[in-house]
């Protein structure tokens, strides 16, 4: 999530603000108010029992948000507002999601609870569950059925107590998983040399993010390091100024993002500074991304490629362009609203379609012959007790175990003994990165030293011009469509 986080001390001067953007339908939204003012007059005093005049309140706000269809809009009750304050600002006791209500489409999807992201050494991530997922009940409870601040009361509890949680994965995978409530710190980085390569993974954006890569850079600097990775995976955004801040340690010069929006105090251009640019001209530099980058990660990602200062290997991230904000109101209630939405330096807005890489590599996934035997995998649990029952397993004993699994679950060695690594690192240090699994990390490696990387690098596409490539396929494709129904309809 993109967030711009703005703490308004007097509600109704926000009020005030947003007046100055109506438009010719005041007369319109004059009656609608005194139609709903009079509506509630008539419920609070002649409901058939007395009626808590709050209560009419909060259901009346979450119907307006509701309204919206956005799933990045809508009202927050004080537990969901205290937590929104904690993923932001510091830690909470949770499972490690990231999730968004989904808007109800007609099909399966539906009003289920959608992954965003799951933060890297939760419980939620430990277990395997990743964006995309839906979970369809908690504890028992059908989430189509409840709202967000419900969803979030639920998985929230107490460090040390567990929940259940089903997902739903694909068209036909459901999976039970039963999560042990953890302390939940809010991330920022991790870096590393590989060889002469510096590896830095942005966990997620926090006020703290943009320091950190500046130490981690420092750190490379010293180390004498020629090429730079920069893993975006799994980084599920955080504060739009922090993907800013960091884009700018890269650029040298022009936009590094564009909000637009009808109120116009925000719209805004953010632009690189010489000044701030910290890494050498013509560094070869290569960002990972997947379908768990989303949002800020996205701006990031999105300014370097315009730029044509990295190259981008792995999947097409998640697509979320849109900017909200937090609006506390007096009772520690609030909203959160989308106000506006995000343009990359060549004016490309990748909502709801993500940012394909310059070089796609996928790691190992579940296929559809995979899906009956990873689903009974994750139902008979076997792997956590083993490993708990084998401490200080070896990468020997991992590769042995996984192909004693192999027998009875036919699935990929290397996926197995990934899930296998995970569980043995639980509660240690993960080591920075997967030799053995991650395949979109070698290729990074390969392209960073490749000869013709800077030649690579010049011939990317922007996002606008892939935007503008894609248009066109669609309106030749409509068009075929039309003529074929027209040559068919005439006799």
Same mark, same amino acid.
């Given at each position: 999530?993109?967030?711009?986080?703005?703490?308004?001390?007097?509600?109704?001067?926000?009020?005030?603000?947003?007046?100055?953007?109506?438009?010719?339908?005041?007369?319109?939204?004059?009656?609608?108010?005194?139609?709903?003012?009079?509506?509630?007059?008539?419920?609070?005093?002649?409901?058939?029992? /007395?009626?808590?005049?709050?209560?009419?309140? /909060?259901?009346?706000?979450?119907?307006?948000?509701?309204?919206?269809?956005?799933?990045?809009?809508?009202?927050?009750?004080?537990?969901?507002?205290?937590?929104?304050?904690?993923?932001?600002?510091? !830690?909470?006791?949770?499972?490690?999601?990231?999730?968004?209500?989904?808007?109800?489409?007609?099909?399966?999807?539906?009003?289920?609870?959608?992954?965003?992201?799951?933060?890297?050494?939760?419980?939620?991530?430990?277990?395997?569950?990743?964006?995309?997922?839906?979970?369809?009940?908690?504890?028992?409870?059908?989430?189509?059925?409840?709202?967000?601040?419900?969803?979030?009361?639920?998985?929230?509890?107490?460090?040390?107590?567990?929940?259940?949680?089903?997902?739903?994965?694909?068209?036909?995978?459901?999976?039970?998983?039963? +999560?042990?409530?953890?302390?939940?710190?809010?991330?920022?980085?991790?870096?590393?040399?590989?060889?002469?390569?510096?590896?830095?993974?942005?966990?997620?954006?926090?006020?703290?993010?943009?320091?950190?890569?500046?130490?981690?850079?420092?750190?490379?600097?010293?180390?004498?390091?020629?090429?730079?990775?920069?893993?975006?995976?799994?980084?599920?955004?955080?504060?739009?100024?922090?993907?800013?801040?960091?884009?700018?340690?890269?650029?040298?010069?022009?936009?590094?993002?564009?909000?637009?929006?009808?109120?116009?105090?925000?719209?805004?251009?953010?632009?690189?500074?010489?000044?701030?640019?910290?890494?050498?001209?013509?560094?070869?530099?290569?960002? +990972?991304?997947?379908?768990?980058?989303?949002?800020?990660?996205?701006?990031?990602?999105?300014?370097?490629?315009?730029?044509?200062?990295?190259?981008?290997?792995?999947?097409?991230?998640?697509?979320?362009?849109?900017?909200?904000?937090?609006?506390?109101?007096?009772?520690?209630?609030?909203?959160?609203?989308?106000?506006?939405?995000?343009?990359?330096?060549?004016?490309? !807005?990748?909502?709801?379609?993500?940012?394909?890489?310059?070089?796609?590599?996928? !790691?190992? /996934?579940?296929?559809?012959?995979?899906?009956?035997?990873?689903?009974?995998?994750?139902?008979?649990?076997?792997?956590?007790?083993?490993?708990?029952?084998?401490?200080?397993?070896?990468?020997?004993?991992?590769?042995?175990?996984?192909?004693?699994?192999?027998?009875?679950?036919?699935?990929?060695?290397?996926?197995?003994?990934?899930?296998?690594?995970?569980?043995?690192?639980?509660?240690?240090?993960?080591?920075?990165?997967?030799?053995?699994?991650?395949?979109?990390?070698?290729?990074?490696?390969?392209?960073?030293?490749?000869? !013709?990387?800077? /030649?690579?690098?010049?011939?990317?596409?922007?996002?606008?011009?892939?935007?503008?490539?894609? +248009?066109?396929?669609?309106?030749?494709?409509?068009?075929?469509?039309?003529?074929?129904?027209?040559?068919?309809?005439?006799?």
């Amino acid at each position: 999530m993109c967030v711009a986080l703005f703490i308004f001390v007097i509600f109704t001067s926000q009020c005030f603000a947003q007046s100055q953007t109506k438009s010719s339908s005041n007369s319109d939204s004059s009656q609608y108010m005194q139609q709903l003012t009079s509506i509630f007059d008539f419920v609070e005093r002649n409901y058939v029992d /007395e009626v808590d005049a709050k209560v009419l309140f /909060e259901g009346a706000l979450k119907g307006l948000m509701d309204s919206l269809g956005d799933p990045f809009s809508y009202y927050l009750d004080a537990s969901a507002l205290n937590g929104m304050n904690d993923t932001t600002t510091g !830690n909470f006791g949770g499972v490690g999601l990231t999730i968004t209500k989904a808007i109800s489409s007609g099909d399966d999807k539906g009003s289920y609870v959608e992954v965003v992201s799951a933060l890297e050494g939760t419980p939620g991530e430990r277990a395997g569950i990743k964006a995309g997922d839906l979970i369809i009940s908690i504890d028992g409870t059908d989430t189509s059925t409840i709202n967000m601040e419900q969803v979030l009361k639920i998985l929230r509890g107490t460090v040390g107590t567990k929940v259940s949680v089903v997902i739903r994965r694909g068209e036909n995978m459901e999976l039970p998983f039963t +999560l042990e409530r953890a302390l939940i710190e809010v991330p920022t980085v991790k870096y590393g040399m590989i060889g002469k390569t510096g590896y830095l993974r942005l966990i997620e954006f926090t006020p703290l993010t943009a320091g950190r890569v500046q130490e981690a850079l420092d750190s490379f600097k010293e180390a004498g390091y020629d090429s730079l990775i920069l893993d975006l995976r799994n980084n599920p955004g955080g504060i739009l100024s922090s993907a800013i801040d960091i884009a700018d340690k890269f650029i040298d010069n022009g936009v590094i993002v564009s909000t637009k929006s009808r109120i116009a105090y925000e719209n805004s251009v953010k632009f690189a500074s010489p000044d701030n640019t910290v890494i050498p001209k013509g560094l070869p530099v290569v960002v +990972l991304i997947n379908h768990d980058s989303a949002s800020c990660s996205e701006v990031l990602s999105g300014a370097l490629k315009d730029s044509h200062v990295a190259y981008l290997v792995g999947e097409r991230s998640y697509g979320k362009g849109s900017v909200q904000i937090i609006l506390p109101m007096p009772n520690n209630i609030g909203i959160r609203l989308t106000i506006a939405k995000y343009y990359s330096p060549s004016d490309s !807005n990748i909502h709801k379609i993500g940012i394909p890489p310059d070089l796609e590599i996928k !790691n190992v /996934e579940i296929s559809k012959d995979d899906e009956i035997p990873f689903q009974n995998l994750i139902k008979d649990d076997v792997i956590v007790p083993y490993v708990k029952a084998h401490a200080d397993m070896s990468e020997e004993d991992i590769a042995s175990y996984a192909e004693t699994l192999h027998k009875t679950y036919p699935l990929d060695l290397k996926f197995l003994r990934r899930l296998i690594r995970v569980q043995v690192y639980h509660g240690k240090e993960m080591p920075l990165y997967d030799s053995d699994y991650d395949s979109q990390l070698a290729k990074a490696l390969e392209i960073v030293h490749d000869k !013709n990387y800077a /030649e690579l690098v010049k011939n990317t596409k922007t996002l606008k011009q892939l935007e503008n490539e894609r +248009l066109l396929a669609e309106s030749a494709k409509t068009a075929d469509a039309s003529d074929s129904s027209s040559s068919g309809g005439s006799k």
